[in-house]
């Protein structure tokens, strides 16, 4: 649900910019939401961009300093196996954004929320079901993938409803990964500072997964 992005980067709820003055935090979301009326606006409300390319380069070719990009990197399909305990991020082959950043030499920053996927419930199918192919199917047109997944009642937190569970999410931020400007990135550049941006999660995770409840034998799966 993105739930730990919205709260921490899209609103003053928690403070953002007593945290990291300086810095301006621009969420980005499926373009084919931004054709939703009245769900468009309350996207826009909250100052939620589209994550297509013209609008990722607007937002980082502006002058003012300071411009950050939030990108909820694993998508739809990371949706998919969001289950309460474990910590899967899709980040192998995903790597337009740091190409992004190679254009213009912004730095990649790892992010991970602990808790964001103990506030639902959600069931995975297995990979050789109808319903993952269904799946599959609705997310290669629509870019998103209609899940199964249920929390609790209005009234009582053992009953079924669709309210989210009570838990904390802790989102943590990392360290800057500096990046130069490549207005035309290689791939071998592109490979590195992924690589970069992938030992950085992970280091990210086991620095503080112990301290939001996660077991030490727990490790992060970048598949």
């Known amino acids: 649900m993105c739930i730990g992005t919205a709260c921490n980067f899209s609103t003053e709820s928690t403070g953002f910019s007593e945290k990291f003055p300086g810095l301006r935090s621009s969420v980005v979301a499926l373009n084919g939401l931004f ?36 990108i909820m990197i694993g998508g739809a399909q990371e949706s998919m196996y969001a289950l309460s305990g474990e910590h899967r991020v899709f980040l192998q082959n995903r790597k337009g954004f740091v190409r992004l950043a190679l254009r213009h030499g912004a730095s990649l920053v790892p992010v991970y929320s602990f808790g964001e996927n103990d506030v639902y419930r959600l069931k995975v199918f297995a990979t050789d079901s109808w319903q993952y192919l269904c799946q599959s199917i609705i997310k290669k047109y629509l870019g998103f993938a209609p899940c199964v997944f249920w929390g609790r009642g209005l009234f009582s937190a053992n009953s079924w409803g669709l309210l989210p569970f009570s838990t904390p999410i802790t989102t943590v931020v990392g360290r800057p990964i500096l990046v130069p400007q490549s207005l035309i990135p290689t791939d071998e550049e592109v490979d590195h500072y992924h690589r970069l941006y992938m030992k950085g999660l992970e280091q990210l995770f086991e620095e503080h997964k112990e301290s939001h409840g996660v077991p030490a034998s727990t490790h992060l799966i970048i598949m």
């Open 35 to 70: 054709h939703l009326p009245i769900y468009r606006d309350y996207l826009m409300s909250m100052g939620v961009c589209s994550v297509s390319r013209q609008s990722l380069d607007f937002i980082l070719s502006q002058p003012r300093r300071g411009q950050a990009v939030v």
